[in-house]
């Protein structure tokens, strides 16, 4: 067992941050007995198209947020970097911050986990943090654990115990079960451009900043 407790880590495009992103952050949190979870928004993710929203909003709403929810810090260093926001060089950065010992746990849903070879440098990842894999609904794990990437470097390291991830500092693949919510950021922001009510996708001070700085309307 390590002397030192878990970091969870949450990356995300955040565009906007919702009750999905909150929920799986709470959930990790209490299942896997993580000291505290590190919300870091992307400033320039390497995967997908810039997102659409300023990343000094995404970082905003990201705060309002994490507020008054115990054990949720905001990170805002990939905001603040010019770099493309690879998660192989952010865990570097933490490691430089926090040492070599400390358990860093990064946390997935199913979908981005999925897609976790197409990522940069993605076998190091492994030796500088542990992955917790989230359901997230419509995505099935157990198919890509039977064939390509994922399948030749996960089966050694995966474990259905959450102990895995205070024993050593990084390496294990951890698979949790959290309620299933069918929210995700393209819905919301889908919905907002519509003209919809968003409310109870995500918090109220984050809808009130959208409607106050016009974000997501036509
Ligand atoms: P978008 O719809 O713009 O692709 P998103 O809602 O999927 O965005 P991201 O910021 O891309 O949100 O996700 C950050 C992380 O949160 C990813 O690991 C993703 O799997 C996870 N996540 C997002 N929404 C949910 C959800 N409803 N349930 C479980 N995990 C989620």
Redesign the pocket.
Known sequence: MSAQTALGI??????P?????L??AIEARQRLSLDAIRLIP?GQPPH?AR?GTPAAHRLAMTELAAQGLPGLVVDPAEVHSQQTSYTVATLERLRAELGNERPLVL???????LGLPGWHRWREIFALAHIAV????GYVLADALNGGDLADECPQRLSQNPQSLHATPSGSIVPFT?P??????????HALAQGEDAHFLLPGAVLDYIQSHHLYSR
């Open positions: 949450l990356g995300g495009t955040f565009d941050i919702h009750h999905g992103h929920r799986l992307a997908r997102p946390i997935l849903g199913a979908d981005a986990f989230a359901t997230r609904p959290i299933s919510l069918e929210i995700s950021a393209t819905l919301i922001r």
